[in-house]
């Protein structure tokens, strides 16, 4: 199933599976149309990478889930693309270097 927003893009995609909501992955925009958010869900978890960018375009973060929980690496970006940071999770605890204090 897909939805879409007043400015014609998809808002939401879901997936079922024999009448249940298995996956589906919603958008979130800024007014100008460009996706400013981009999550995915499994079974109603945050699963799977979580996007997000900058009004302009540039990709702003980049994160992924496992059931809710933050896992993996987590990358930010400024507006003109330039890498701002990387940490990584593991089940939901940051466990880089830069992280320690």
């Known amino acids: 199933v897909t939805s879409w927003n007043e400015n014609g893009g998809v808002w939401k995609m879901e997936q079922y599976e024999i009448g249940n909501l298995v996956q589906e992955t919603h958008?979130?925009?800024?007014d100008n149309g460009k996706v400013k958010k981009a999550r995915n869900y499994q079974?109603?978890?945050?699963n799977g990478i979580f996007t997000s960018w900058h009004n302009n375009g540039q990709?702003?973060?980049?994160v992924n889930y496992k059931d809710n929980i933050k896992d993996g690496k987590f990358t930010s970006w400024n507006e003109t693309g330039q890498i701002e940071s990387v940490v990584t999770f593991k089940d939901g605890v940051c466990v880089s270097e830069?992280?320690?204090n």
């Open 43 to 46: 079974n109603g978890l945050l």
């Open 59 to 62: 990709k702003k973060s980049e």
């Open 27 to 30: 958008y979130i925009f800024y």
């Open 98 to 100: 830069s992280c320690v």
